[in-house]
């Protein structure tokens, strides 16, 4: 059995379907519902939702929770991303969806507070354990664009150009990724920590660590070798780290020291070091099943796949060529 197979067997805890809406008012502040007394996290604040009866899809079971929970009818959804999470006594696993527009005014229709809260406002701690790593996906980019080497242009203003040419192509999250060993010129980094926040984008910082600890980062990116040498978080709290995976394991590691998502790779055929066993689809939409995290599809996918990647339950795609770099 390989490391993305997943064991045939029953699990000793009950897996509980559940489905959960992100709605946004016009101040783009997100609706949160807290839970009852008397129950499984009493007075912890949620997305709100429920459970998926037996023979529901996901999205009447949205329309009926939010219909019941809120007084709402909602209008188009889309997914966002699908979480597995395991408590001592049961396993649950959440599909998020994105509500485009709903009708009526949400109150507490069966008694429980409701609050509308900024995205950057939202406290982990007041939450379920399954909906924390949801928070910081709510304002990121699903099209993730990995840089080249900063080296393999003619010269720092070439690579600096071409950055701006990414952020012009609409891109919001960019990862700049240097070469083993590369030092990135401190010119580089100024100019990309400037257009980046101009646009009100995120850049993630990779490659040696030292180095990247002493970028004006978003975020910092993981190769899977720096992964398994930690034993905590490297980053504070208010900045992200993505880690790349390859198979489940690695996702329940990136899981054990902190990291926000991961990239899972390849899905499909591509160069690089794992380009002879690539996933294919039917593998990576069963790892990301059972992954503790939120994923993004990396290896041989383009920015339109990001529909056929969510449908899969991942959060979105990466790459490089195809993501605003010529």
């Not at 840089?147 to 720092?156: D, G, K, N």
């Not at 700049?176 to 257009?195: C, F, N, T, Y």
Request: proline fraction near 10%; include cysteine; glycine fraction near 8%.
């Amino acid at each position: 059995m390989t490391s993305n197979e997943i064991p045939d067997f029953a699990p000793e805890r009950p897996t509980i379907d559940v489905v959960a809406g992100v709605l946004r008012d016009d101040h783009h502040r997100v609706l949160l519902s807290q839970r009852p007394t008397g129950g499984h996290l009493p007075g912890l604040w949620e997305f709100p939702g429920g459970k998926i009866e037996p023979d529901e899809s996901p999205v009447d079971a949205l329309a009926r929770e939010l219909d019941e929970e809120l007084g709402v009818r909602i209008g188009p959804s889309r997914p966002l991303v699908t979480i597995r999470h395991e408590y001592a006594e049961k396993i649950v696993r959440l599909r998020l969806f994105e509500i485009h527009s709903f009708e009526g005014e949400p109150s507490g229709a069966e008694g429980q507070p409701i609050r509308w809260i900024a995205p950057l406002e939202l406290d982990p701690a007041q939450m379920p354990p399954a909906d924390r790593p949801l928070i910081r996906l709510l304002d990121l980019d699903p099209h993730y664009s990995i840089s080249p080497s900063p080296q393999s242009f003619e010269s720092p203003a070439r690579f600096i150009d071409a950055w701006r040419q990414c952020l012009d192509a609409g891109f919001r999250l960019i990862r700049l990724r240097p070469a083993p060993g590369e030092r990135v010129p401190a010119e580089v980094i100024d100019a990309v920590d400037r257009m980046t926040r101009e646009r009100g984008a995120r850049w993630i910082a990779s490659g040696e660590l030292e180095q990247c600890y002493g970028w004006p980062a978003h975020g910092i990116h993981l190769r899977a070798g720096q992964m398994v040498q930690l034993d905590r978080r490297p980053w504070p709290a208010e900045r992200l780290v993505i880690a790349s995976c390859h198979d489940l394991e690695e996702t329940r590691i990136a899981d054990s020291v902190g990291a926000d998502l991961v990239t899972l790779s390849p899905v499909a055929e591509t160069s690089g070091p794992h380009a002879d066993s690539p996933l294919g689809w039917e593998a990576f939409e069963r790892v990301v099943a059972f992954s503790p995290l939120p994923v993004l599809a990396l290896g041989g996918v383009r920015p339109d796949d990001w529909s056929r990647s969510r449908s899969a339950g991942a959060f979105g795609v990466a790459g490089i060529r195809a993501f605003g770099w010529r």
